[in-house]
């Protein structure tokens, strides 16, 4: 497998050329040829092709950093609607829209439910795990778009325009992710009582403690641009300290890997379809991490040693 990679070595130079990120690619092939090995390559091919200097880019297809916004706005729109969906189905006994029952059925989910047979206090549990995933993700997304309008200050850099449509379907995605998790009980009208288990309360002590620790760091992000009085005075980039960033360079995105994990521990621990969205956000993350603490390393001479990338003492 690790030698198969230097064949796809055309390949990706042509995902870089419109700068898509070259994790999921080489994710897929390290699990379907059954090779760990493969994974630590990523990190390496990803920054040698970030680094290549030949390339060249069509400037009419970038879009404004600021755009990241829009993701948030989706998120929070779609996934606000399937979370009402879900709250009437469990709790006022309310059949799911027949597009929504469909897409059960296209993805075999169905089959899962009456294979395993089980819709007593198993498929209760559930049915609530799934709507406090969407719960924990639109509330996210919220709190993700008021610090985008409210706290954030944007540099002026880019993104491709296919980066920016992936972004959009992928929030889109990811909340009927959760939804195609119920079986099919709950989806025709059938409702189910409130059971409440160890790991939702885990998961949500997790998200909550993750996601204070999200917003200091952005907080002391943004004040590097800002004046005490709150008015932005600088674009630049400065050495940000406090909070986790005494640990590692970018423990915003390292918050967003703990946000994720809390919601798989949130659905019982034992989803895999899940877990996948984990360790697809795991690479994305650790990806930029790398190429934000190279840039800090690169940029500041006196940039703390002592720090990690990504995730704290280990990465």
Known sequence: AVHGLHLLLVQLEFLRSVKLDVCCLLFQVAFKGGDARVLPCVLQLHVR????????FNEDAFCSHRWFTHFYIISVLWNGFLLIELFQAKFLGAALPPWMQHLHSVFGRDLQSQNTGKYSSYSDSEHFSAL?????????????LAECLCTSVFS???????QYCFGLGYYIVLGTTVLWQVPINVRHGKGS???????HVVGIVVYIWASLHQHRCLVILA???KSK?????SLTHSIPFGDWFERVSC???FAELLIY????????????????????????????????HEFYQKKFTSYPKHRKAFIPFVF
Do not use: E
Request: aromatic share 12%; glycine share 4%; charged share 10%.
């Open 193 to 199: 009582s409130m059971q409440i288990c160890w790991y």
């Open 251 to 253: 423990p915003h995105y």
């Open 156 to 162: 002026n850099g880019v993104i491709h325009v296919v």
């Open 229 to 233: 009085s709150g008015k932005v005075v």
């Open 49 to 56: 092709l970030k680094n290549n200097k030949n390339i060249k």
């Open 223 to 225: 004040n590097l641009r």
């Open 132 to 144: 406090l995933v969407l719960l924990l993700l639109w509330l996210h997304s919220f709190r993700r």
């Open 261 to 292: 994990v809390s919601m798989a521990i949130t659905l019982g621990l034992d989803n895999v379809t899940w877990w996948f969205v984990v360790t697809y956000v795991l690479f994305n993350q650790a990806l930029v991490a790398v190429l934000c």
